[in-house]
């Protein structure tokens, strides 16, 4: 009995060894058809593109250059575009391709991100989700290039002048017009441009920048965004601002010699400014900037005598107090 038990285990396992044996070679015939089926949808050589400029001022187009086999003339080729932070591609352009396999794709962008050339699918063909076409002469899309769009500033250069202690205000828009961004207002100094105001934008991008001028002189300006994810950073000259303080001043008419030994058109005398200084004066609502080209007045209390052409300019007749940068 122990015999004929120790014979049929034997023979189960051969029974299963051989199910076994059949299975394999039809898992992988699957395999092998699956594989050829996907040989069959693979596209074409790539189309090949390059961005003339990776970095755009806002407002401006971006090109794309590209090329294909010359067999793929007169195929669609389309513009892609994916935003930065985001994983959908949209077409933001449309295009043929040339007799010689060439082809140019223009585009206005307002963000940052990435770009691709693809050739769509003709009409009514099967296309994959990302929009390619999987019939095998297709050619693949183009290997995806990263463009920047620079911010853009709406902002008038003005010059400004105010008495030590007031304030002034830069206004301006930022483009693409956004809720939120940074804006700074700057001014060079030795240690480079340094920041004296800082706001955000508005809904409509709008802004306004002020700033208190605590000393005399003159401060050149510009704006200034850093950039972020969806734009790069830029800047634009908003002006310069002219601190001024009370002086005295006179006026005469210079038709004779001057101590410096020249005439200037706006010319100005003053006791001690080197020849040549440069001081600006506001009176009345007007702003006039003077030359140094003479001495005096003396007569005491006074400090500056301004020649005919800079007190017309002024509108200021007889011994009148006036702002002035220094």
Not at 183 to 196: C, D, I, N, Q, Y
Not at 241 to 249: P, Q, S
Not at 302 to 319: F, K, W
């Amino acid at each position: 009995m122990r015999t004929k038990r120790n014979r049929r285990a034997p023979r189960a396992l051969q029974l299963a060894a051989g199910a076994l044996t059949l299975a394999v070679p039809t898992t992988a015939v699957v395999l092998q058809a699956t594989a050829a089926a996907a040989q069959g949808a693979t596209p074409g050589p790539s189309l090949r593109a390059h961005v003339v400029r990776r970095s755009v001022a806002f407002g401006s187009r971006v090109v794309v250059r590209g090329s294909a086999p010359a067999s793929d003339a007169g195929r669609a080729v389309q513009l892609q575009f994916e935003r930065a932070g985001s994983t959908q591609w949209h077409p933001v352009a449309r295009g043929t391709i040339g007799s010689r396999g060439h082809f140019t794709l223009r585009a206005s962008l307002r963000h940052s991100g990435l770009v691709r050339a693809i050739s769509p699918p003709p009409a009514g063909a099967a296309d994959t989700a990302a929009g390619v076409s999987t019939s095998a002469s297709a050619p693949a899309p183009s290997t995806p290039q990263a463009i920047g769009i620079r911010a853009g500033f709406q902002v008038a250069a003005r010059s400004y002048a105010v008495a030590a202690g007031h304030s002034i205000s830069v206004r301006g828009k930022l483009d693409p017009r956004q809720h939120g961004r940074v804006v700074r207002l700057m001014t060079h100094s030795a240690h480079g441009w340094v920041t004296l105001a800082r706001t955000r934008t508005g809904r409509d991008g709008a802004f306004a920048l002020r700033y208190t001028m605590r000393t005399t002189g003159t401060r050149w300006l510009r704006v200034s965004f850093a950039g972020d994810r969806a734009n790069r950073g830029t800047w634009a000259h908003a002006g310069r601002v002219t601190g001024l303080v009370y002086r005295v001043a006179s006026w005469y008419n210079d038709g004779g010699n001057t101590a410096c030994g020249f005439h200037a058109y706006y010319g100005v005398a003053n006791r001690t400014l080197p020849c040549g200084t440069k001081v600006t004066f506001e009176y009345g609502g007007h702003t006039v900037t003077a030359t140094v080209d003479d001495r005096g007045p003396y007569v005491g209390g006074r400090d500056y005598d301004l020649n005919q052409n800079v007190a017309g300019a002024l509108g200021m007749h007889g011994v009148a107090g006036v702002l002035a940068s220094i």
